[in-house]
């Protein structure tokens, strides 16, 4: 082997290895980290699990409470079948729903009348306990696309494929 090519393979090693660590070194997002393989454009984007004000079971106070829903790819995705679901089972299918590219839809948990940025679940009580969760969104073929994790035991959140 030349010098130049065991140089070459030495510095392709050093170069790869100071990318594993630095990728490593990366913090966290605020509300945890967030991984899903590169082929997935639909995944979990903010989580509003904890309406703002008293959870007084109104209407207004349970649309507080929602998941956001992104497409982060160019091209538009039609949702019909995917499910996002709570740690307790409690589960939301999507009807048609024509999700475009790089756009987002927030799945609020009260009444409501969906379009094209906001669904509905219909519900009379909360989704999304305040202390601790778990947000899974599987696409109509039932495969996971991501997770979103938070509470004490998930050590303030994470976000996991």
């Known amino acids: ?3 130049s090519r065991t140089s070459r393979r030495i510095f392709a090693t050093v170069l790869a ?6 990728a490593a070194a990366l ?19 903010k989580v509003q699990y904890n309406s703002p004000g008293r959870d007084d079971h109104s209407n207004r106070s349970l ?10 790819g160019r091209h538009a995705v039609n949702l019909r079948g995917f499910t ?3 740690s307790d089972g409690a589960r939301y299918r999507f009807h048609t729903l024509r999700l475009e590219g790089h756009s987002a839809v ?5 009444v409501g009348r969906d379009s094209s940025s906001d669904v509905y679940q219909d519900r009379h009580n909360y989704v999304w306990d305040n202390h601790r969760d778990t947000a899974t969104l ?7 696309l991501d997770t979103a994790m938070w509470g004490r035991s998930h ?5 996991h494929h």
Not at 66 to 72: D, I, Q
Not at 106 to 110: A, S
């Open 1 to 3: 082997m030349s010098a």
């Open 138 to 144: 599987r696409n109509d073929n039932g495969r996971i």
């Open 84 to 86: 996002l679901t709570a």
């Open 155 to 159: 050590h303030g959140g994470h976000r």
């Open 27 to 45: 913090p966290a997002a605020a509300d945890g980290h967030h991984r899903h393989a590169p082929r997935d454009t639909v995944v979990i984007g």
């Open 63 to 72: 649309n507080n409470e929602w998941v956001e829903v992104m497409n982060t």
């Open 17 to 22: 290895a100071g990318t594993l660590i630095g």
């Open 106 to 110: 927030k799945v609020h948990t009260g």
